[in-house]
C-alpha cells in the first residue's frame, strides 16, 4: 500500500515513471515515488530539487525529439540530395517544400 500524503492527506503519489533521468532519480532515492498534489510538489522542489512537474516535462522534451531512426533517415536524405544538388534547385530554405 502507498503511503498518504502529509500535505493533502490522499495517496497522491505517482511512481517515477520509466524514462526519468538518472540526476532526478538519484535525488530521489531511496524513494521511488512522488508526489503529485501542489504542496507536496512544492515541498519536494525545496527538498530535492526536482518535482513531479520536472520529470513530465523532461519526459515531454525528450518525446518531441527526433528519434535514432528519424536522424538516420534524415542523414540519408542530406547524403543523396548532396549527390545530386540539382534536386536542391528552386527549394527555398525554410519553405518547407521538399524536393521530389
Ligand atoms: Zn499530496
Redesign the pocket.
Known amino acids: 500500500m502507498r503511503p498518504s ?1 502529509s ?2 492527506g ?1 495517496s ?1 503519489f505517482a511512481s517515477l515513471p520509466k524514462g526519468t533521468p538518472f540526476h532526478i532519480m538519484s535525488a530521489y532515492e531511496p524513494v521511488t515515488l512522488a ?3 501542489m ?2 510538489r512544492a515541498f519536494e522542489k525545496t527538498r530535492i530539487g526536482y518535482n513531479y512537474d520536472d520529470i513530465r516535462e523532461f519526459l515531454e522534451k525528450r518525446s518531441k525529439e527526433p528519434s535514432k531512426t528519424e536522424l538516420f533517415k534524415l542523414g540519408q536524405e542530406v547524403e543523396e540530395w548532396l549527390k545530386d544538388p540539382s534536386k536542391l534547385a528552386g527549394v527555398k530554405p525554410g519553405s518547407g517544400v521538399k524536393p521530389d
Do not use: D, L, Q
Open positions: 500524503c500535505f493533502c490522499k497522491c508526489a503529485t498534489c504542496e507536496g
